[in-house]
């Protein structure tokens, strides 16, 4: 299938969008790009669905090429590698809260009972029962729609654009006179604004 598609019509993976934001941000480092320059070719990079979209980036760079289009490896498919650990993971997430809800009410009965001197009916049976059971089909639903992953990479993107926030905020405070950054506004910047 991939046979009779050119490189650059292929679609760029997550790593292969961080490997061209990693060289982006070398050479904003070497002063091969300023602040501005950078930001429009992360916003692009991040953006970019296909090694096509991403080799414009870095064209006019030394040395830069977009990388080759990775292999998934063993270690990346199946229970006993990553996707093993995912499962897992979002398996605890999904049940984190049912577990302790249950415990907590059969705790409950237990207490009622040893306070009536007599065994009651095991009324936590209607909290865990149903609640099991919808737990049991997101999880099925879930695992059949590669949910683990998913959450994973949207937890990646999210971290991703914290840390992206983060050196922006720190290369704007550089690109700043240290006087501007320890001024306080004036009565007259206070009053117009």
Avoid at 14 to 30: G, H, I, M, N, S
């Amino acid at each position: 299938m991939l046979e009779g598609m050119g490189r650059e019509e292929m679609r760029a993976a997550d790593a292969d969008r961080q490997a061209v934001a990693d060289q982006l941000k070398a050479a904003l480092d070497e002063g091969r790009l300023d602040l501005h320059e950078y930001d429009e070719r992360l916003q692009q990079a991040y953006a970019a669905k296909t090694y096509g979209d991403l080799q414009p980036l870095l064209s006019d760079l030394p040395a830069a090429a977009v990388p080759a289009p990775r292999e998934p490896s063993g270690a990346e498919i199946g229970p006993g590698g990553s996707d093993g650990a995912l499962v897992r993971r979002w398996l605890f997430e999904v049940w984190s809260s049912w577990l302790p809800v249950v415990g907590i009410t059969t705790a409950i009965w237990l207490i009622s009972c040893i306070g009536a001197g007599e065994l009651l009916d095991f009324w936590p049976i209607w909290v865990a029962g149903p609640w099991g059971a919808v737990l049991i089909f997101v999880t099925l639903a879930g695992l059949a729609n590669g949910e683990p992953r998913k959450q994973a990479e949207k937890k990646a993107r999210k971290r991703q654009a914290k840390q992206l926030k983060r050196e922006r905020q720190a290369l704007e405070a550089q690109s700043l006179p240290p006087d501007e950054l320890l001024q306080e506004p004036s009565k007259k910047d206070k009053t117009a604004g």
